[in-house]
């Protein structure tokens, strides 16, 4: 099982990027996908879901409005746009997958219980 996360990068105030997330060695299809991010000393922030049937999609409300995600079946890929991103979206982005059934993940004691993390991608955004 793979996650593979790219898109990352160094960027300025306002700036967009959109980061991808390609998955293998499962089934895709049957599986929400979610995006994560953790700064330096802060916990880990669940950011986005989309289900596996893409009907269910949620958006955390530090960056909705701003942020959407989206996914391909086809490409086995899901999709995080991040659009006007100021310095406190500074931070490592992960991906992971969850066979469940909605969304969204929800964490116990800070901590979020998923079938597959994927390694992260850094996003700077420089004042």
């Known amino acids: 099982v793979q996650l593979q996360a790219s898109g990352g990068g160094l960027v300025q105030t306002g700036d967009s990027l959109r980061l991808s997330c390609t998955a293998s060695?499962?089934?895709?299809?049957?599986?929400?996908m979610g995006w994560f991010r953790q700064a330096p000393g802060k916990a880990r922030e669940a950011i986005s879901c989309?289900?596996?049937?893409?009907?269910?999609?949620y958006i955390a409300s530090s960056v909705r409005g701003r942020f959407t995600t989206s996914r391909d079946n086809a490409k086995n890929t899901v999709y995080l746009q991040m659009n006007r991103l100021n310095p406190e979206d500074t931070a490592e982005y992960f991906c992971?997958?969850?066979?469940?059934?909605?969304?969204?993940?929800?964490?116990?004691?800070?901590?979020?219980?998923?079938?597959?993390w994927g390694q992260g991608t850094l996003v700077t955004v420089s004042s």
């Open positions: 060695g499962f089934t895709f299809d049957n599986y929400a």
């Open positions: 989309i289900s596996s049937g893409d009907n269910d999609i």
């Open positions: 992971a997958a969850d066979q469940r059934s909605a969304c969204p993940f929800t964490s116990y004691s800070g901590n979020y219980f998923v079938d597959y």
